[in-house]
Each structure stands twice: as C-alpha cells, then as structure tokens.
C-alpha cells in the first residue's frame, strides 16, 4: 500500500500553519474542480487527494497521528501484518466546500490508518468530516435578515440569517456534511457569515457609525433634520451653537441583537458642518455687521 505524502500533494512545508494549509487546499480545489474539469479523472483524483490530504493536514489529531507515522510507514506496515497495531480516529475535520459536488472517498491509505481497519478490526462508527462554506450578505440584509439557496451535491438548502447576524458567524446545519460510516454519521455543514462593507455605516459590534453634514445656520440656529438609518428615516434635532465634529447618538438606531429582536445598539452620528464658501456682498455684510456685535 502506497504511503501518502500529504504536505507534498499541497505543496505545503511540514511546518506550515493552519492558514496555510487552508490557502494551499483552496487553491488546489478550485484548480481541480470537476465543475471546472468536466470528465477530466486526473483532475477528479488530484481534488480527491487535494481533499484527503485536508482531512488529515486540518485537523490537529489526525495531522499529529499522521506526522508521528512519517517515514515509519513501512515498519507499520510490517507491524500491522503480523497481528499488532490497531489505530481509529472518529474525529470530524472541517473541509472547506465551495458550493459544488463534493467527494467523500478516500485512498486506501487514509482508510486503513484512519478507519480503524487494520488487521480486520471492524471500523468503529465514523463520523463525516464537515463542510464549510462562505455566505456574504450586505449591511441591510444583516440588519433585516436573509437567506441564500446553496446548492449541495444533489440538493439545494436555504440558508437563513436572522436579524443582527455578523462577520465570521458560523451557522450549523446538522448531517449536511460527509457521509461517515453511515448516513446516521454524516458531518456537518457550517456557513460562514460575511457581512459587505457598507458606504455610509461602519459597524461596530451593535453599533453604527456615520456622518451628517449640516450647513452652518443649522449649526448656528439648531434645526430639525432628516437622517436615513438602516430601519427608515428618523428626524433629529440639532441644537443652535452645535461645533463641527461634533458626535450626536440616537439610542436604539443600530444594528438588531442578535437573537434579541427586541434590543438594538446605537446610532453615532458625527456632524461636519459646512463653511459657505461663496457668499454675496450682502451676505457678506451681514456677517461683518454679525462679527462686530460679538
């Protein structure tokens, strides 16, 4: 049986970090896609062995058992034909799943060192490696709520956010992952949450942030104004004398709690007032006339 080098299938140091396993994987699975590859078998096996060297590389007990196997494959071999040496490892890894066919099978080599069959031990049951999977929605989606269809080997799930989701946010749908030693074992399916960058608010955690320009009577003489907020439009009062830069909250105008319908974070709102830069002779008279008074 063939001993398979997994940092080489990618391409990877043996050093190499977590992220660094991920980037190398991605990058092979897209090469080798078979969406990309149709009835291409080179490419269909590279992504499988792209795939099997994950499994292992991703996750940390099974790339320790693996790195203390190394070059002592060939002893094992040996060891395991004369009756001794059992090895199993139920534990899931996460496999990062790009939104096509996804391939579960693995090579003889990961089977008999992974699964528990040396020496005809039967395999105990295993459980599936997860999928991961990115979903971006913008800043009014992540505010309202949303859903996205993901299609998944030969079904389509809906995937739904409530309100308040937010970057990085991992959501679980149970047994959508990899099939393990039966279809009560499959992985799981984790969708990670990306929320877009918006032009006019910056979030932060439940907060919001923004600005408002206002024109220099509003500043001077205080006004109602409109502001738009992601929920509508709400009316703020500016009071006379307000300075520039000046920093106004609207309490309960941010971004929704997550699972927490009834609770909001906040609105900051910063006020750039706007010097006129073009002003008549009367205008300008009237300034003057202002300025001596003061």
């Known amino acids: 049986m063939e001993y398979k080098d997994y940092y080489k299938v990618l391409g990877i140091d043996k050093k190499a970090s977590p992220s660094e396993i991920k980037k190398a994987f991605r990058a092979l699975a897209v090469k080798h896609h078979p969406d990309k ?10 992504f499988k062995l792209a795939n099997e060297a994950n499994e292992v590389l991703s996750n940390p007990e099974k790339r320790k058992k693996y790195d203390e196997l190394g070059d002592n494959w060939q002893h094992y071999e040996q060891s ?7 090895y199993s490892d139920n534990a899931g890894g ?19 060192f992974f699964s528990g069959k040396a020496n005809g031990v039967k395999p105990q049951n ?3 490696h997860d999928y ?9 989606e992540a505010f309202h709520g949303a859903h996205r269809i993901i299609p998944l080997e030969n079904e389509k799930l809906r995937i739904t956010t409530k309100p308040g989701a937010y970057t990085d946010q991992l959501l679980r749908i149970k ?4 099939k393990g030693s039966n279809e009560e074992h499959r992985g799981d399916l984790f969708v990670r949450v990306k929320v877009k960058q918006h032009a006019q608010f910056i979030r932060k955690g439940n907060d919001l942030y923004t600005s408002s320009t206002i024109d220099l009577y509003t500043a001077v003489l205080g006004a109602e ?5 992601l929920s509508g439009q709400v009316k703020v009062i500016i009071a006379g004398g307000t300075q520039n830069d000046k920093t106004v909250r609207l309490k309960g105008q941010g971004m929704p709690i997550y699972e927490n319908s009834i609770s909001f974070g906040d609105l900051y709102i910063q006020l750039k007032v706007q010097i006129p830069d073009r002003l ?12 001596s008074t003061i």
């Open 37 to 46: 590859n149709p009835g291409n078998k080179e490419a269909e096996e590279k």
């Open 126 to 128: 295993r459980k599936g």
């Open 80 to 86: 395991k034909n004369q009756g001794s040496g059992t």
């Open 175 to 178: 047994g959508k992952g990899a």
């Open 280 to 291: 008549t002779d009367e205008q300008r008279a009237l300034f003057e006339q202002l300025k």
């Open 132 to 140: 991961e999977t990115e979903m971006e929605i913008s800043l009014e």
């Open 94 to 112: 996460r496999h990062y799943y790009d939104g096509g066919d996804a391939f579960g099978d693995f090579s003889d080599f990961f089977e008999q």
């Open 225 to 229: 104004i409109i502001v738009a907020v």
